[in-house]
């Protein structure tokens, strides 16, 4: 069964500095990948997905994510971090081919300080 | 365009009432699913209609939870009875078929409190 794995619950960073939310998986063959963001009080949005080919992956509002094979990665990144981006981020796998099922994990909370 | 609607925004019940959701998905798109989100947890996924059939409900409680979409447009999840550990928030989202099903859109979430 595929699984994902954030080992930071809560992350507290500086305007204006930079960025990474580890995700690790689990699933046996070559997984889709997705990072979503969910501010408080609202739905979740995507922000970037990984299906095959290039490994760093460019979604909206500046952020990037890298698929790394040899460690089972899929770690989130934004150069430089404005207080708007404080939201909870959640990683998602699901398993390419055949039925789409996402399974997604417990979250980072991102609290930026001025 | 408009996004996913849910109604309530917010509930409040005591242990072993019922309750009943509602979501209207993006015009168009043909698959429907309902999560349940706990509080510090990730998203689960309750059921997964395409258009008015149900593709997977294996994590559906299936002893209180019940959920329909009859004209595979809006859908209605129901929790009777409902138990302290119903205690989440309940997100919609939809897509426009199950093949994209990646292309997932969120609406608000329907927050539950079970007293």
Redesign the interface.
């Known amino acids: 069964a595929q699984s994902v794995t954030q080992p930071d619950i809560h992350i507290t960073v500086s305007e204006g500095a930079s960025l990474e939310l580890r995700c690790n998986y689990s699933y046996g063959a070559t997984p889709y990948l997705f990072w979503y963001v969910q501010s408080p009080g609202q739905g979740l949005q995507l922000l970037l997905k990984y299906f095959s080919g290039d490994t760093l992956v460019q979604g909206i509002k500046g952020f990037e994510a890298e698929f790394k094979r040899s460690q089972s990665s899929f770690n989130l990144r934004k150069p430089s971090v404005h207080w708007s981006d404080a939201a909870e981020y959640f990683c998602a796998v699901g398993k390419s081919g055949g039925y789409q099922k996402v399974t997604f994990g417990t979250g980072t909370k991102l609290q930026v300080i001025p | 365009e408009a996004g996913?609607a849910q109604s309530p925004r917010y509930k409040i019940i005591e242990k072993r009432q019922s309750v009943a959701f509602w979501c209207n998905p993006i015009s168009g798109h043909a698959t429907l699913y309902w999560y349940q989100q706990i509080l510090?947890?990730?998203?689960?996924?309750l059921i997964?209609f395409q258009n008015n059939g149900v593709?997977?409900d294996s994590q559906l409680p299936k002893d209180r939870f019940s959920a329909e979409r009859l004209k595979g447009v809006d859908s209605t999840l129901k929790i009777q009875p409902a138990k302290l550990e119903d205690s989440a928030v309940y997100?919609c989202?939809s897509s426009l078929d199950?093949?994209s099903?990646?292309?997932?859109?969120?609406?608000?979430?329907t927050r539950l409190t079970v007293t």
């Open positions: 996913v510090g947890q990730g998203p689960k996924l997964q593709v997977d997100l989202a199950v093949v099903s990646y292309e997932q859109y969120f609406g608000p979430g």
